[in-house]
């Protein structure tokens, strides 16, 4: 191969980094939409019409989830698994066991949106509390189960298992971009740390860690200690580090883990400035451990 051919294929690999980064981002930040568009914009800037405009009995925000976040979502996803096992091999069963890796993140990915598309049902039961004003009876009961219950599974166990998939099965060199992996892992396990507990699944943080810490264990395992350089393994380790601080925050400040939207208007402005404040503060930390360990080991190397 040519010197221009390398510089070519340099470019190329660097590009699909980028663009799975991209996807990265959606995936770890798309829920926000609802902070930004009802909350800041909505909330503190008086536009309430965009999330709150009601349509057909739906309010704006959930036909954004049904239009743009649910779709967006699974795109995002599909592309980091076309990214992760892009690297197809050649040797007969080296291919049949890559086809089946592939397709098992695919059926979970398949999974997360069918969950944000039982989560639809949320219009009913908003319609329900908000219009109706009742919060009892057969059918507020049924789409509560089906709101509260089932889908905030169907999405977040899916969710978890494709992202330890991805460290898992990442194909090597994607080691660029490290202090943003760090903060793509703070900033996405302090979100899904507070998004569990908007769930009521709180209870599902522990296995999540166990779950990534496990997948970037057997990314070391596999790879060795180059794992440390790798995008997704510095997300796992931030991801991990972060999601049960943010919860014990949580509970050391009300004692429980109370929804979100039933916390008054101080409470809800001291969980979104400790949750940016906590991402700053640990992404600098952990983004400064990550230079150290890394001169550390370039040392011992040398």
């Given amino acids: 191969m040519s010197s221009g051919d390398k510089v070519m294929n340099a470019q190329r690999t660097a590009r699909a980094q980028t663009l799975a980064m991209v996807w990265f981002a959606v995936v770890a930040f798309g829920r926000l939409y609802t902070v930004f568009l009802c909350d800041f914009l909505g909330g503190i800037l008086g536009l309430e019409f965009i999330c709150y405009t009601w349509i057909r009995d739906i309010p ?9 976040y649910g779709p967006l979502t699974w795109l995002a996803l599909h592309q980091l698994n076309n990214y992760v096992f892009g690297d197809t091999p050649t040797e007969s069963q080296a291919l049949q066991r890559h086809r089946r890796l592939r397709l098992a993140g695919e059926f979970a990915i398949a999974i997360v949106l069918y969950g944000i598309g039982i989560h639809v049902i949320d219009a009913i039961e908003v319609l329900s509390q908000e219009r109706e004003l009742t919060t009892d009876g057969a059918v507020y009961e049924l ?3 089906l709101d509260e219950g089932l889908s905030h599974y169907v999405q977040f166990v899916p969710l978890f298992f494709v992202m330890g998939w991805f460290v898992i099965n990442d194909r090597p060199g994607w080691t660029a971009h490290a202090s943003i992996a ?7 396990g302090a979100e899904r740390a507070i998004g569990i507990i908007e769930g009521e699944k709180w209870f599902l943080g522990p296995p999540a860690v166990l779950w990534l810490a496990f997948a970037a264990w057997l990314r070391w395992r596999r790879v060795g200690p180059a794992a440390t350089t790798e995008f997704l393994f510095r997300y796992a380790v931030a ?3 972060t999601l049960p601080l943010t919860q014990a925050l949580y509970y050391g400040r009300f004692s429980s883990f109370p929804p979100v939207s039933g916390l008054s208007d101080s409470q809800h402005a001291q969980v979104t400035v400790g949750a940016i404040g906590l991402t700053v503060v640990c992404t600098v930390v952990l983004a400064a451990l990550d230079r150290w360990w890394r001169n550390r080991s370039h040392g011992l190397a040398t």
């Fill in 60 to 68: 704006s925000y959930l036909w954004i989830e049904i239009t743009v």
């Fill in 182 to 188: 760090v903060f793509f892992g703070v900033a996405h």
């Fill in 239 to 241: 991801f991990c580090l």
């Fill in 143 to 145: 789409a509560y189960f």
